[in-house]
């Protein structure tokens, strides 16, 4: 086991509706990832979070927005949900050090987000 | 344009053979970082195995090893001994150096079957 939690683990929204995912990190760790995952298919950047601030983005738009908490949880939030966005969103907690390079990142089981 | 590749789709292998999955890579970073994972169905990915870009030597953690052939930028996983509880998707994974956030580019998996 990882460490990383993340709820609900199912989750089933209608187009246009918003929704939150939860993620709790490993202890130790100030980085967490958010990723999407379409079926059969790999896992897909969206941000990452460092000290409580977004640091990098991958191609998805403003309307998958996030936060970091003091204890270094953190949210996933995606307005006026589409079709498209069915998927596993799985996050990820890391400890950031100077050599970016070796940094693992430790993954939760996921949320799996049915749009109908 | 994809910066990892897997060719295999899907592997069967016996049990207590080995295996390899094959992965080749993309960058012009020369600092970057490699990774496997596993995904079992219930959706986790699990850290397997981690190459560094200047590390001299292939990296081996228990039953997994990785082969790294820098010239060719191939990054393949062997599994010795398969077990039954191998089944599962595997994916290959590069970080590059260059990116000021941990971002994880992840290739599009191969789905292991282990037979009996």
């Known amino acids: 086991e990882t460490g990383v939690t993340q709820s609900p683990t199912h989750l089933i929204k209608t187009r246009g509706q918003q929704v939150t995912l939860r993620c709790s990190s490993q202890?130790?760790?100030?980085?967490v990832s958010w990723y999407q995952q379409a079926l059969g298919q790999g896992p897909q950047f969206i941000f990452q979070?460092?000290?409580?601030?977004?640091?990098g983005r991958g191609n998805f738009p403003p309307r998958f927005s996030g936060l970091q908490f003091p204890n270094y949880s953190s949210e996933l939030n995606v307005n006026a949900l589409e079709l498209d966005d069915s998927a596993l969103y799985l996050c990820?907690?890391?400890?950031?050090?100077?050599?970016?390079?070796?940094?693992?990142?430790?993954f939760g089981a996921g949320t799996r987000l049915s749009v109908l | 344009a994809q910066k990892i590749t897997q060719t295999q789709p899907g592997m069967f292998v016996q049990e207590k053979e080995a295996v390899t999955l094959d992965c080749t890579y993309d960058?012009?970073?020369?600092?970057?970082?490699l990774f496997w994972y596993k995904q079992p169905s219930s959706g986790e990915m699990i850290f397997l195995i981690y190459?560094?870009?200047?590390?001299?030597q292939n990296a081996t953690e228990g039953r997994y090893s990785l082969n790294f052939q820098k010239a060719r930028k191939s990054a393949n996983l062997v599994i010795s001994a398969s077990q039954l509880g191998d089944s599962a998707m595997y994916f290959c994974?590069?970080?590059?150096?260059?990116?000021?956030?941990?971002?994880?580019?992840f290739g599009p998996g191969t789905s292991l079957s282990v037979i009996p």
């Open positions: 960058t012009s970073d020369p600092s970057y970082g």
């Open positions: 990820a907690s890391s400890l950031r050090t100077s050599a970016l390079a070796k940094n693992i990142q430790y």
């Open positions: 202890s130790g760790h100030n980085t």
């Open positions: 190459q560094g870009s200047y590390d001299q």
């Open positions: 994974a590069m970080r590059e150096g260059k990116t000021s956030y941990d971002k994880v580019i």
């Open positions: 979070y460092y000290r409580e601030e977004e640091n």
